[in-house]
């Protein structure tokens, strides 16, 4: 079993209000997308990965990211496209030919722990595609027209999604090219894989897990870290 990982930091994170893209921004003086990779360096079941940073960074990723901590499994560092669906298409292109497992991991979520990511690789050997979820405690609104709820959802059969998302290689493959192909658009992986008519199986995911997209979600990952 060969097992990659695509880390997707292709976005340029404009909602933080920064001069540069949110997974180089500085965490307890290490850069976000550093904590990220090294989570997955040390994991004992990856084999390599793919790092995908936005379009012409690839200088800046390797001078202040990767030659610092002189990781040795990030195998591939590509530049991404406008939408994540492109950036993540880019990656699966630089995939080794003998790899049968795939994830894909958001680079803006650096708390990750060792044990959700071996978790997501063993359920990947027994089905074809494997998300984390949380369970939702607030009660969740359908809001219509004008701000007016149109309906309550049960709240029992929905749940947050995050990453890392696994999936069999030829898979998450053929589902990229598929939404190529049809102009699809979706905000995780899964969503394409779905499209295909595969089940798509949830484990628990973590608290911690958080993606950062706001000067909150810094704080809250400090805290974390410390």
């Known amino acids: ?135 939702i405690r607030e009660t969740i609104k359908e809001i219509g027209q004008d701000s007016l709820v149109s309906s309550t959802l049960d709240r029992k059969k929905v749940c947050l999604i995050q990453t890392p998302q696994g999936f069999k290689k030829d898979l998450i493959c053929q589902a990229y090219e598929e939404a190529r192909k049809r102009g699809w658009q979706a905000s995780d992986d899964a969503s394409l894989v779905e499209r295909l008519g595969v089940r798509v199986k949830t484990i628990p995911g973590e608290e911690t897990n958080i993606k950062i997209t706001s000067p909150q979600d810094l704080v809250v990952s400090q805290l974390f870290l410390e």
């Open 1 to 135: 079993m060969r097992v990659e990982v695509i880390i997707a930091a292709g976005g340029l994170g404009k909602r933080l209000g920064k001069s540069q893209p949110k997974q180089f921004f500085l965490l307890k003086g290490k850069p976000v997308l550093s904590w990220t990779i090294s989570k997955f360096e040390e994991c004992p079941l990856v084999d390599s990965i793919v790092l995908v940073i936005p379009e012409g960074m690839q200088n800046y990723a390797r001078e202040h990211v990767l030659l610092p901590h002189g990781y040795e499994k990030v195998r591939n560092v590509v530049e991404g496209g406008k939408e994540r669906r492109d950036s993540v298409l880019e990656g699966l292109r630089v995939l080794q030919t003998n790899t049968d497992t795939v994830l894909v991991h958001d680079g803006v979520r650096p708390i990750i722990s060792q044990e959700l990511i071996i978790e997501v690789i063993r359920a990947t050997q027994k089905w074809e595609a494997v998300v984390p979820a949380l369970p």
